[in-house]
């Protein structure tokens, strides 16, 4: 399994990003998918996550109300809009898939390679 991000950048605060991660393989109902991210000198940490099947989405604090993930299941492609972007979200933004929901890092088994979202202030 193959997970290519892409969709990172340079932003001002304020502003908006929309990051994609495409599954070389099919994505089952049964999976979920996860962005996380992670910045210098941080450990990596949650940020959103859905449920392949049933489409049911999970955010940490600091992002709920601001991002929103989403996916096309027929591209199996999973989406990230970032809105109202802040400087403390600079980081690199990585996808990954598990079997099931969770936080942790270490339970997803697959991951991308990670974009570089920046926000200036």
């Known amino acids: 399994v193959q997970l290519q991000a892409s969709g990172g950048g340079l932003v001002q605060a304020g502003g908006s990003l929309r990051l994609s991660c495409a599954a070389s393989?099919?994505?089952?109902?049964?999976?979920?998918m996860g962005w996380f991210r992670q910045a210098p000198g941080k450990a990596r940490e949650f940020v959103a996550a859905?449920?392949?099947?049933?489409?049911?989405?999970y955010y940490t604090d600091s992002v709920k109300g601001r991002f929103t993930i989403s996916r096309d299941s027929a591209q199996n492609t999973v989406f990230l809009q970032m809105n109202n972007l802040k400087p403390e979200d600079t980081a690199v933004y990585y996808c990954a898939r598990a079997n099931g929901y969770d936080t942790t890092p270490s339970n997803y088994g697959y991951w991308g390679q990670g974009t570089q979202v920046t926000v200036s202030s």
């Open positions: 859905i449920r392949w099947g049933i489409g049911r989405t």
């Open positions: 393989v099919r994505t089952y109902s049964s999976h979920v």
